[in-house]
Nanobody, 128 residues
Framework: QLQASGGGLVQAGGSLRLSCAAS????????IGWFRQTPGKEREGVSCFSDRDAWPYYADSVKGRFTSTRDNAKNTVTLQMNYLEPVDTAIYYC???????????????????????WGQGTQVTVSS
């Protein structure tokens, strides 16, 4: 089970910190990441740890503004979001297992799999 928290309303240029706590599993054995979705658009991978020892990977759209950390001892993953923009407005989901980085050097994306476990989502709204 994944429990996300920390969403809210912020002005453009502001910051928010999302947290996701996992329970009922051996957290460190899994890939984990953050995705976001807005109405009418496909779910977008934002950041991920592809395995327990990996460095975080970020989508180009958030690189340099978002930072993710993973604490295997506490079964948590966080997403620090700085310099937020209105285009960052979405429901953010933490996800665990079957998270991979696909594509080539010109175009990479974070993808989930059929067995990915999803948190309940938390709304992030950035006003202009």
């Amino acid at each position: 089970q994944l429990q996300a928290s920390g969403g809210g309303l912020v002005q453009a240029g502001g910051s928010l910190r999302l947290s996701c706590a996992a329970s009922g599993l051996n957290f460190e054995d899994y890939a984990i990441g953050w995705f976001r979705q807005t109405p009418g658009k496909e779910r977008e991978g934002v950041s991920c740890f592809s395995d327990r020892d990996a460095w975080p990977y970020y989508a180009d759209s958030v690189k340099g503004r978002f930072t993710s950390t993973r604490d295997n001892a506490k079964n948590t993953v966080t997403l620090q979001m700085n310099y937020l923009e209105p285009v960052d407005t979405a429901i953010y989901y933490c996800a665990l297992d079957e998270i991979t980085i696909r594509g080539n050097r010109a175009s990479r994306r974070i993808e989930s799999g059929p067995g990915t476990v999803w948190g309940q989502g938390t709304q992030v709204t950035v006003s202009s």
